[in-house]
C-alpha cells in the first residue's frame, strides 16, 4: 500500500523553461511535504519542505505547492538548469520527528 | 558543519555472510534514522532513535537485522545472515528533535550493499 505516488517515473525538460514535479499521497493525517533531490552515488539531499496548514513555500528558483483537498502536491522550478537533473523524492512525515515516506521518485532531466 | 557519515560505502558478500555499516550523524542531532533503498523505490524505514533508545523498529527484520546506537551518537545496523533480496543501498539520516514540531532529515551517503 503505497502512501506517496509518483507516477511519473521522468520528466525531460529544455534549459531555461519550467520543470513541474508532481505527488499524490493517500494519508490526510499526514503534516509535512519534503522534497528531496537525489544524485548518482550520493544520499537524498533536502531542497524544499512545506507544512499542511500553508499551500505554497517558495526558495529561489523551487516552490511546492500543495493542494490538501487533492492530496496532491507539485515543485516547480523556475528556470530549471542542467545541474538539475537528478532523481526527486517526494516524502511526507506526521509532526513529531517522525520517520519519513517516500515516493518512489521522479527523474529529471535538464537538457541544454 | 560536517554531514552524516556512513562506511563503507560499498560492500560486496556472499549470501549467509554476515555484514555491518557504521554511520555517525550530524553533531547534536538526537534522532537517527536507518532506511533501506531497493533499486527503482523510495527509501524505507528500518529503524529509528533517539539518543540511545529505539524509537520504531517496526518494519525491521529482526530475524537477521540489527542494530544500536550506544552512546547516542554512533550506530551501527548488521545484518546476518544476508540474503539476496538484501541487496540495496541502507541509508542513515539525523535530525535534531526538540523545539519545533517538525525537523527535516539530512542523508548520509549510503552503503551500497550487494550480495551474491
Redesign the interface.
Known amino acids: 500500500d503505497q502512501q506517496v505516488k509518483q507516477n511519473s517515473p521522468s520528466l525531460s525538460v529544455q534549459e531555461g523553461r519550467i520543470s513541474i514535479l508532481n505527488c499524490d499521497y493517500t494519508n490526510s493525517m499526514f503534516d509535512y511535504f519534503l522534497w528531496y533531490k537525489k544524485y548518482p552515488a550520493e544520499g537524498p539531499t533536502f531542497l524544499i519542505s512545506i507544512s499542511s496548514i500553508k499551500d505554497k513555500n517558495e526558495d529561489g528558483r523551487f516552490t511546492v505547492f500543495l493542494n490538501k483537498s487533492a492530496k496532491h502536491l507539485s515543485l516547480h522550478i523556475v528556470p530549471s538548469q542542467p545541474g538539475d537533473s537528478a532523481v526527486y523524492f517526494c516524502a511526507a512525515s506526521f509532526s513529531g520527528n517522525t520517520p519519513l515516506v517516500f515516493g518512489k521518485g521522479t527523474r529529471l532531466s535538464v537538457i541544454a | 558543519e560536517a554531514g ?1 557519515a ?1 562506511s563503507p560505502r560499498y560492500k560486496i558478500i556472499e549470501k549467509r555472510q554476515s555484514v555491518a555499516f557504521w554511520c555517525n550523524p550530524i553533531s547534536g542531532h538526537a ?1 537517527l ?1 536507518w ?1 533501506q533503498q531497493i533499486l ?6 528500518l529503524i ?1 532513535f ?1 539518543n540511545n533508545g529505539v524509537v ?1 523498529d517496526s518494519q525491521l527484520p529482526k530475524d537477521r537485522f540489527s542494530a544500536e546506537r550506544l552512546k547516542g551518537v554512533d550506530s551501527t545496523l548488521k545484518i546476518q545472515p544476508a540474503k539476496l533480496e538484501d541487496s540495496a543501498v541502507y ?1 542513515c ?1 539525523s ?1 535534531l ?1 526538540s523545539g519545533r ?10 552503503t ?1 550493499l550487494t550480495v551474491t
Not at chain 2, 527503482?40 to 524505514?45: M, N, S
Open positions: 552524516v556512513q534522532t534514522y532506511y527503482g523505490q523510495g527509501p524505507k524505514l529509528q533517539q520504531d541509508l539520516a535530525s528533535t514540531p517538525f525537523y527535516e532529515q539530512y542523508f548520509g551517503p549510503g551500497r
